[in-house]
């Protein structure tokens, strides 16, 4: 099992940034890539960014620009440094650990508990 801790998040104004954490701990040898989901009332979840142990990433296009994910190998730690902050992107944000192999994330066995990110004057 691999535990994820997604501390952060909070009230932030349009235009400014807030930066999300998350640190992986327990069989983390199960898994080579992290990343963020968000999910807004009434949408699905949906992918923000991703990166592998390699520091291969991808990004929703909605964000490309505006936010950038980045990891701590020693720490197990994932980061989510969120500029340019639009009311759009309010959203509870994911923590998520998967694989990536053969081209492809593979997520949904590991999350984390959710963070609110709200963008508002």
């Known amino acids: 099992q691999v535990q994820l801790v997604d501390p952060g998040g909070g009230l932030v104004q349009p235009g400014g940034s807030v930066r999300l954490s998350c640190a992986a701990s327990?069989?983390?040898?199960?898994?080579?890539?992290m990343g963020w989901y968000r999910q807004s009332p009434g949408k699905q979840r949906e992918l923000v960014a991703v990166?592998?142990?390699?520091?291969?990433?991808n990004y929703a296009d909605s964000v490309k620009g505006r936010f950038t994910i980045s990891r701590d190998n020693a720490k197990n730690t994932v980061y989510l440094q969120m500029d340019s902050l639009k009311p759009e992107d309010k959203a509870v944000y994911y923590c998520?650990?998967?694989?990536?192999?053969?081209?492809?994330?593979?997520?949904?066995?590991?999350w984390g508990q959710g963070t609110q990110v709200t963008v508002s004057s």
């Open positions: 990166i592998t142990n390699g520091g291969r990433r």
């Open positions: 327990g069989s983390i040898f199960s898994i080579n890539a």
């Open positions: 998520a650990a998967g694989q990536y192999y053969s081209s492809t994330y593979r997520f949904g066995d590991y």
